[in-house]
């Protein structure tokens, strides 16, 4: 069950790579996507997010009880959120240089952690 669990975030973070690509490409991207309309950019947004999907729909089989996995849908909800602001952190620093990590955000960062660890408490 814990191969599962593992699987289940492994397959999150690639989700959460292609989903931070989608949402924000255009914006970090922001001189290539310029020159083309808005319909386009939602059009490319949309098949960047279809891999998104490819990774986090096998992610949530994976992970749920319902499928043998070990977490509760809360529970993968809340984990799906911690690793959706941890990847976005890390791609917006190694990509978006000018966009600095403040206090602020890093203890919004530190209450989604402690809700991770609420949902869990039994």
Request: glycine share 8%; aromatic share 18%; with cysteine.
């Amino acid at each position: 069950m814990i191969g599962r669990g593992l699987s289940a975030v492994g397959l999150l973070i690639c989700s959460n790579l292609f989903m931070t690509l989608a949402w924000y490409g255009q914006v970090m991207f922001k001189s290539k996507f310029e020159r083309i309309g808005l319909v386009a950019v939602i059009f490319i947004s949309w098949l960047v997010a279809f891999f998104e999907y490819c990774f986090m729909v096998p992610a949530n089989r994976l992970g749920s009880l319902e499928y043998g996995g070990p977490f509760s849908i809360w529970e993968l909800k809340v984990i799906q959120e911690v690793v959706s602001l941890t990847v976005f952190a890390i791609v917006v620093q190694l990509i978006m240089k000018n966009e600095a990590l403040r206090w602020n955000h890093f203890a919004g960062f530190v209450c989604l952690v402690l809700a991770v660890f609420f949902i869990f408490k039994k």
